[in-house]
T-cell receptor, first 112, second 110 residues
């Protein structure tokens, strides 16, 4: 069964550093998403992306965050200057027009 | 999107049916009911969704009341691997935007 692949599985960074989280969505999907889950809390929507532009973003997704589909297969989330409160599991997801989202296994980001 | 209410936890014996309830009394006519689950901090997994008719797939059945104010997810023969957090989500027009609540922790025991 096709799956969404995320790398790395764990990322440790210093506060203020930039991080890029990478995702390879399912190949025939056209809709892409990032969600995050702070330890012990709910899964939260960050951003949706379609046709090379952001469709919707949450209030969490401020100017420090950006997304990109650089080469037609990867989908990335960049955090420009990480804060302690950015520590979370970040999930990438993709879907076709059916809106059934397929999630990756996540990247655990730890900001020290 | 309409708010949902689920019990915080439920138990089920292996091999028995697990019936997970969800209240969504403020659901509007064009909103769908989606169910996802999350096994041990993995990414959420799609289970099933419906608008007003009952639905069944290889994983589960979804029963939606006639007034659409509540629904029940049925896992017909629960296994230990079905132990997870189950999320009932009412989804409106925002494409792909899912609003997760706390869900129901389902524990399947031998």
């Amino acid at each position: 069964e096709p799956e969404v692949t995320q790398t790395p599985s764990h990322q440790v960074t210093q506060m203020g550093q930039e991080v890029i989280l990478r995702c390879v969505p399912i190949s025939n999907h056209l809709y892409f998403y990032w969600y995050r889950q702070i330890l012990g809390q709910k899964v939260e929507f960050l951003v949706s992306f379609y046709n090379n532009e952001i469709s919707e973003k949450s209030e969490i997704f401020d100017d420090q965050f950006s997304v990109e589909r650089p080469d037609g297969s990867n989908f990335t989330l960049k955090i420009r200057s990480t804060k302690l409160e950015d520590s979370a599991m970040y999930f990438c997801a993709s879907s076709d027009a059916s809106e059934k989202l397929f999630f990756g296994s996540g990247t655990q980001l730890s900001v020290l | 999107d309409a708010k949902t209410t689920q019990p915080p936890s439920m138990d089920c014996a292996e091999g028995r049916a697990a019936n997970l309830p969800c209240n969504h009394s403020t659901i509007s006519g064009n909103e769908y009911v989606y169910w996802y689950r999350q096994i041990h901090s993995q990414g959420p997994q799609y289970i099933i969704h419906g608008l007003k008719n009952n639905e069944t797939n290889e994983m589960a059945s979804l029963i939606i009341t006639e007034d659409r104010k509540s629904s029940t997810l049925i896992l017909p023969h629960a296994t230990l691997r079905d132990t997870a957090v189950y999320y009932c989500i009412v989804k409106g027009a925002s494409y792909g935007k899912l609003t997760f609540g706390q869900g129901t922790i389902l524990t399947v025991h031998p």
